[in-house]
């Protein structure tokens, strides 16, 4: 899944949920690279961070690129998808009830929870 259209889809659904109810980094596209594109920790972490605007994860993506933990091409395929489906996400959003965002949000936090624990 290490490809173009990979990173991209990942990137959407990053971005939708991240329009939906707020997360995307390190909820959902690290352990995604670290599943379903094979990448250790540490680059899976660099190379979320180039989806963070200035300055919230410059200082941190430099280090992990000086350290060789970022794959730059699955990056900004990831930022391309989060630009488009971000939008969506956030519209999609504002018409639901307060309690359903907060619902869906702890059970996408929830699954993830559990399958980091239970993966080797």
């Known amino acids: 899944m290490k490809s173009f259209l990979g990173s991209l889809s990942l990137g959407l659904t990053a971005g939708v949920l991240s329009g939906l109810v707020g997360i995307g980094g390190g909820i959902i596209i690290v352990p995604a690279l670290v599943y379903f594109f094979k990448m250790d920790q540490k680059t899976a972490q660099g190379t979320s961070l180039t989806v963070l605007p200035p300055p919230t994860g410059l200082l941190a993506f430099l280090e992990y690129y000086r ?3 970022v794959d730059v091409k699955i990056g900004v395929a990831i930022i391309v998808g989060l630009l488009l489906s971000g939008l969506f996400g956030g519209e999609f959003a504002q018409p639901l009830p307060q309690e359903t965002l907060r619902k869906l949000f702890a ?14």
Not at 107 to 120: C, R
């Open 107 to 120: 059970i996408l936090l929830l699954i993830t929870a559990v399958k980091i624990w239970t993966e080797k």
């Open 67 to 69: 350290a060789g933990h």
